[in-house]
């Protein structure tokens, strides 16, 4: 049986207490204590006995002189928001980003909770919008991925992340995936974990982004994430694949469109592979969105979650590469942030293929 790792000690000078709690919860890692009071810092700061396996974390926003003082009672300092400093981790930097300052190893992780796949579609649809929305949303409480598989690039841009970040071409690319560091690959950005796809088109990339690929990679980041979304690629056999391993399907339609055939065609492969009782509807651009969802629900046949309308905050955040659900202005925020409450609220669903 192999042992678990020494939990590293830490002290805080800081009042981000959901900060460290997940520290707590994800690594570890046992803390001392939480000091929010700069006469208690003092107190600690300067005690004469030295712990080994102790280190300190500083949050250099309230305790900025604290952070050249610290050094001989603690074998690590670990200092975020220090001005000036480029050695120091910003007062952004992600929980963990800090983890790995400290030196403190993760906890295993069960498994994911749910793999929420949205499923493809015509384009234009908002499909991209929505999984990384509904990714913001699930990285306020848990450890989220967000993969794109639509080799469109829409992820990409929307997180403004550089050309030269590599994603999940590259890392199926590699010789051995399984054993690949993945924050080689993995951008991050406000919490929220991104396998993005390659940043111009690639003719092999299909070679690549292949189900079996997927499926391996899907094992690998089950044991890493409590929840993992998938933003598909409007391959309806490549859906068909990945449907039956996932526990939750998401399909976005635009109310404006007349026929909706190919979400007629969508259901019917659900209907196929097994996977349609997993499957629900968001209705996107809806003018009335009551009347707009009940007709989607009659002409695709499957439960509508919700209709979401549109305003001209959403473009203006998209533009600024935020999150729209960020955004306490944006009424399509606010629907979204609702929408993700039933999704979550969902009955956990078997997958088809264990």
């Known amino acids: 049986m192999i ?81 000036g400093r480029e050695d120091r981790l910003p007062l952004t930097a992600t929980v963990d980003a800090i ?33 990384l929305e509904t990714a913001r949303c699930a990285s306020f409480e848990e450890k989220v991925i967000l ?32 054993s690949a560091d993945l924050a080689d690959f993995v951008y991050v950005k406000d919490e929220l974990h991104a396998l993005l796809g390659p940043a111009e088109r690639r003719d092999d990339a299909s070679r690549s982004l292949n189900p079996t690929n997927v499926l391996r990679l899907l094992e690998v980041l089950r044991r890493r994430y409590d929840r993992i979304f998938f933003d598909l690629p409007a391959n309806m056999a490549f859906a068909g694949t990945l449907w039956p391993h996932c526990q939750s399907t998401i399909m976005v339609i635009d109310a404006e469109d007349p026929s909706l055939h190919w979400a007629k065609a969508t259901t019917s492969l659900l209907e196929e592979t097994g996977a349609r009782d997993k499957c629900h509807v968001v209705v996107n651009f809806a003018h009335s969105p009551g009347e707009d969802a009940a007709k989607a629900e ?39 942030r609702n929408i993700w409450k039933e999704i979550k609220a969902l009955p956990a669903a078997l997958p088809v293929a264990a």
Request: charged letters at 25%; a negative charge.
């Open 99 to 131: 983890a790995s300052a400290l030196g403190a190893e993760p906890r295993p992780r069960p498994g994911s909770r749910d793999h929420v796949v949205f499923s493809p579609g015509r384009g234009g649809t908002g499909k991209s919008t929505w999984s």
């Open 298 to 336: 009659l002409t695709v046949g499957l439960p509508v979650l919700g209709a979401v309308s549109g305003d001209l905050a959403c473009r203006e955040i998209q533009h600024q590469h935020r999150f729209i659900v960020d955004d306490k202005r944006s009424r399509v925020g606010e629907q979204i």
């Open 3 to 83: 042992a678990s790792p020494t939990s590293l000690q830490v002290r805080f000078l800081t009042r981000n207490c959901r900060l460290v709690d997940r520290l707590q919860t994800n690594y570890y890692l046992d803390v001392l204590g939480v000091i929010g009071d700069k006469s208690d810092a003092e107190h600690i700061l300067h005690r004469p006995e030295r712990d080994p396996n102790a280190a300190l974390f500083i949050d250099a926003s309230l305790f900025p002189e604290y952070e050249d003082e610290a050094g001989p009672n603690y074998t690590r300092v670990v200092v975020i928001g220090a001005v």
């Open 147 to 178: 993969v794109e598989l639509d080799i469109r690039g829409s992820l990409r841009c929307f997180l403004d992340a550089p050309p030269q970040q590599e994603g999940v071409y590259e890392l199926l690319r590699s010789p051995d995936f399984n």
